[in-house]
């Protein structure tokens, strides 16, 4: 029953690194999605996927990429970090999202400095 | 197109006081709406949900929902707060063609005062 994972809880990235947040799910659902969080800003969607070998953009895109090789895993990689991307991540995924909603992961708290 | 209005970002109640969190939502088709709570530190779970089968919705720990189609509105409700309610909640909406992704809310943070 481990519904969404994420991986790492928390990171510390210096200006112009890289790095991939992981989510992974095992409930076999087809829709998973990547949120950014900011204080007082609600959620922005940055990318999605309705299946395996499918990516679409969200709102918030630029300096973010995403893949989907299987059903289970839809990493998120950031490419060049910047200050502008310190905030929490969830990653999400439904099986239908307008009946079912999403079941969310716990989140990766990236800090950019 | 949806959009869902949390008017709003911050609401203070007495503990035992009504809770009240107002959510409407616009939709040119038959919408699907949901209620999130999201504790401090924690991901999003869902609350509650509607889905047309009732206009009264009941979700965990004592919220509940009522869609009102004349309002465009899907109001949450907790007769009396509890310290542990405090957190933050999102309203969202889909639309029953079969939308690929939820539009949320910006939230609403309860706190809830001794």
């Known amino acids: 029953n481990a519904g969404v994972t994420q991986t790492p809880k928390f990171r510390i990235l210096k200006i112009g690194q890289s790095m991939t947040l992981q989510c992974a799910q095992d409930?076999?659902?087809?829709?998973m999605y990547w949120y950014r969080q900011d204080p007082g800003m609600g959620l922005k969607l940055i990318y999605y996927?309705?299946?395996?070998?499918?990516?679409d953009k969200g709102e918030v895109p630029n300096g973010y990429n995403v893949s989907r090789s299987t059903t289970e895993d839809f990493p998120l990689r950031l490419e060049l970090a910047a200050p502008s991307q310190t905030s929490v991540y969830f990653c999400?995924?439904?099986?239908?999202?307008?009946?079912?909603?999403?079941?969310f992961g716990s989140g990766t708290r990236l800090t950019v400095v | 197109a949806q959009s869902v209005t949390q008017l709003g970002s911050h609401v203070s109640v007495s503990e035992g006081a009504l809770v009240l969190l107002r959510c409407n939502y616009s939709?040119?088709?038959?919408?699907?709406l949901f209620w999130y709570v999201q504790y401090p530190n924690q991901g999003l779970q869902l609350l509650l949900k509607?889905?047309?089968?009732?206009?009264l919705v009941k979700g965990i720990n004592g919220f509940e929902a009522e869609f009102k189609k004349s309002e465009t509105s899907f109001h949450l409700t907790k007769p009396s707060a509890h310290m542990s309610d405090a957190a933050e909640y999102f309203c969202?909406?889909?639309?029953?063609?079969?939308?690929?992704?939820?539009?949320f809310g910006k939230g609403m943070k309860l706190t809830v005062n001794p």
């Open positions: 509607y889905t047309s089968a009732a206009t």
């Open positions: 996927s309705v299946g395996a070998g499918i990516t």
């Open positions: 939709s040119s088709v038959p919408p699907y």
């Open positions: 999400a995924s439904s099986p239908s999202p307008g009946r079912s909603g999403y079941t």
């Open positions: 969202a909406v889909s639309d029953q063609g079969g939308s690929e992704k939820l539009v």
């Open positions: 409930m076999n659902h087809n829709y």
